[in-house]
């Protein structure tokens, strides 16, 4: 005879069947049976953050960080509704997920009970799937099925909705078998269209690659190197593909779009070929849509047919996974397309390089006063690129996508398509937990970082020795920036000067180490004793609040009309270059 266990008990032993090590949560009311048997089990750990948002960002920084399903586990109403922004951040960057939420009992739903929300319906357009669990007898197949979702084809975040009563009830546990018959992701690519691809590529004199985030996700960072190499093709990425293919590489022409290098976007504007793996040709990539890359033929290759075609048009269409697809690629045009790729791709070459002498990615130094840039650069140096980065979103986020070279895959975490500000301090936590051995550091704005800043009591309590490195400007630099070129610099509500709090103060209050730098001698210092420390530390990093992200792509503007820094010819300032 079976024996029947409750359904916080078959939730808990679904989560250790599908690997899982970390919840990231909140408790409340109507979870409290599962919390309760959290209380006692050695082989799950429950880090409790201190905002449901943060545990969902941390779920999702370590989801980026391992590859892994990450998962969050909140109470119903407001615990449920704070898990939106996170969710919707997973959405728009791809990545695996499983959130539970409590409901109340399933004779309560739609009595307006309390702590009642419709998080089903909420977050149906920010979810791959969603799930509202009415029978206990349902409650393992349903976690087995939201897994699959999460992780396979283009991954996404699952919602599974748990009322009370479910939790509570009885059944027996099983582990079943499942065959969803109405999803089914193509994973091989169609070889016909990749011979067409491969041929393409021998034929063109000036191709580009774009790589985005689906080389990460789909772990093709080695076949991406290798079809660049062969080929001997340039390549640019997108936000969410920096690490996808080496930064320091030769070939590599740094990011792309609004805030991209001058080289990579005249390198698209003039190309006869753009190879777009596993990216969605976003507006801050494209720009203009009817001037994107006017004179070039498209192939482009991603898992989500819907991501085909809808933004710009394509020649050559190949729905399936990066990895396998750039395998097969690769053997087709080492097999089938003999070509002197050296001699077709001298001239093109020789012309990305003539761009980028023309306009490197520069910043003007100073000895007075601290530039953000400057800070990115040496924790880049210090670093020598080993180190998971997070960043919030705005300036900080540009001047380190612009400024610290990615050569590793899930290196970069940043909130790409939602541009959730308070998204880095979390996830640093999440990846912490990925990777205990490694450096994480979250390269944050003053603005940005007090939307999450009450997970330091997380990262204190659970010994984490995250770095936070904060580009004070006293102000909300991006939308400053924006106010300063198209408003007539007029600041409404973005100068932060009077209520900007004291990072350094702050961090000690919560048990950890704060520093601080005011002057450029102090920064290299600073960054070494916070490295040293294996503790949570706050850098408070006092930069100059007139500095601009640059180059700049005006919004709707094609993204070969770029406004540049303004640079003032004085004897005593040097230009810092990097390629």
Known sequence: MHTKISGAEILIESLKKEGVKYIFGYPGGVVLNIFDVLYADKDLRLILTRHEQGAVHAADGYARASGKVGVALVTSGPGATNTVTGIATASMDSIPLVVFSGQVPTLLIGNDAFQEADIVGITRPCTKYNFLVKDVNDLSRTVKEAFYIA???????????????????????????????????????????IT????????????????????????????????????????TMTLMGLGGFPGSHKLSLGMLGMHGTYYANKAVQDSDLIIAIGMRFDDRVTGKVDAFAPHAKIIHIDIDPTSIKKNVRVDVPI??????????????????????????????????????????????????????????????????????????????????????????????????????????????????????????IDI???????????????????????????????????????????????????????????????????????????????VEPVLKEAFRIKRTVFMDFVVDWKEKVYPMVPAGAPIDQMLFEQVEKKPEKKLKAVK
């Open 196 to 235: 067409q691809a491969a041929h393409l590529m021998a034929k063109s004199k000036k191709p580009v690659i774009i790589a985005g985030g689906g080389v990460i996700i789909s772990g093709a960072s080695k076949e991406l190197k290798e079809l660049a190499e062969y080929t001997d093709i340039p390549v």
């Open 444 to 522: 944050a704005g003053d603005g940005s970082i007090q939307m999450n800043i009450q997970e330091l009591a997380t990262a204190v309590i659970n010994k984490l020795p995250v770095k936070v490195a904060i580009l004070n400007n006293r102000y909300l630099g991006m939308v400053r920036q924006w106010q300063e070129l198209f408003f007539e610099e007029r600041y409404s509500h973005t100068k932060l000067n009077e209520t900007v709090p004291d990072f350094v103060k702050i961090a000690e209050a919560y048990g950890a180490v704060g520093l601080r730098a005011t002057k450029p001698s102090e």
């Open 151 to 193: 992780s396979s084809g283009r991954p996404g975040p699952v919602l599974i909705d748990l009322p009370k009563d479910v939790t509570a009830g009885k059944a027996e546990f099983t582990w079943p078998e499942i065959d969803m018959r109405s999803y089914k992701p193509t994973y091989e690519g169609n070889r016909w269209m």
């Open 319 to 440: 729905v399936g996974d990066v990895k396998r697809v750039l395998t097969v690629m690769n053997k087709v045009l080492k097999e089938e397309v003999k070509e002197q790729w050296d001699e077709v791709r001298k001239a093109w070459l020789k012309q990305i390089d003539a761009w980028q002498a023309e306009r490197p990615l520069t910043y003007t130094y100073s000895d007075e006063v601290i530039k953000p840039q400057f800070v990115v650069e040496r924790i880049y140096e210090l670093t020598k690129g080993d180190a998971i980065i997070t960043t919030e979103v705005g300036q900080n986020q540009m001047w380190t996508a612009q400024f610290y070279k990615f050569d590793k895959p899930r290196t970069l975490l940043t909130s790409g398509g939602l541009g959730t500000m308070g998204y880095g301090f979390p996830a640093a936590i999440g990846a912490q937990f990925a990777h205990p051995e490694k450096l994480v």
